[in-house]
């Protein structure tokens, strides 16, 4: 799957923490909560996405909506399960993987689901654009 921490495991289920700011709850194999997102070989689960203020909240409810079509439930809530995030968001519904054939920007408008394999690259993407703003502003303030 993608890049991961070591799981915790709470009541069996088990809290994989897949980038900061990103943590899946997997389901035991018998899905008790009927999350219906099961397949074949891999687990029902839930995600976790940790934000700070409301905008950003409101912006990734925008993007779950609209690119990833979520349109089961999204809680929001003090973080519970991200680390190093005021709150976080609760995702039921998304699908694992996105489809292969079409996974291009080119075709947003054209795939009706991404899956988290997409969303965890758009966090690794805002991750590293706030580390270059961040080292950017420190050598602007330096060289001043």
């Given at each position: 799957?993608?890049a991961?921490?070591?799981?915790?495991?709470?009541q069996?289920?088990m809290?994989i923490?897949?980038?900061?700011?990103?943590?899946?709850?997997?389901a035991?194999?018998?899905?008790?909560h009927?999350?219906?997102?099961?397949?074949?070989n891999?687990?029902?689960?839930?995600?976790?996405?940790?934000y700070?203020i409301?905008?950003?909240?409101?912006e990734w409810?925008a993007?779950?909506?609209g690119v990833w079509?979520?349109?089961?439930?999204i809680?929001?809530?003090a973080a519970?399960r991200?680390?190093?995030y005021?709150?976080e968001i609760?995702?039921r519904?998304?699908?694992?993987?996105?489809?292969?054939?079409?996974f291009?920007?080119?075709?947003?408008?054209?795939?009706?689901q991404y899956g988290l394999?997409f969303?965890f690259?758009?966090r690794?993407m805002?991750?590293?654009?706030?580390?270059y703003e961040?080292m950017?502003t420190?050598?602007?303030l330096?060289?001043?």
């Open positions: 799957m993608l991961q921490s070591i799981p915790l495991v709470q069996d289920f809290f923490e897949l980038l900061p700011g990103l943590v899946i709850c997997e035991p194999t018998e899905d008790p009927s999350w219906g997102n099961a397949q074949a891999e687990p029902a689960f839930l995600v976790y996405l940790g700070n409301p905008q950003e909240r409101d409810i993007r779950l909506r079509k979520i349109d089961t439930e809680m929001y809530r519970k991200v680390s190093g005021w709150y609760k995702i519904g998304m699908q694992r993987y996105s489809n292969p054939t079409v291009d920007l080119d075709y947003l408008s054209e795939l009706e394999d969303l690259h758009m690794q805002e991750l590293e654009a706030a580390a961040e950017t420190s050598r602007i330096k060289s001043a």
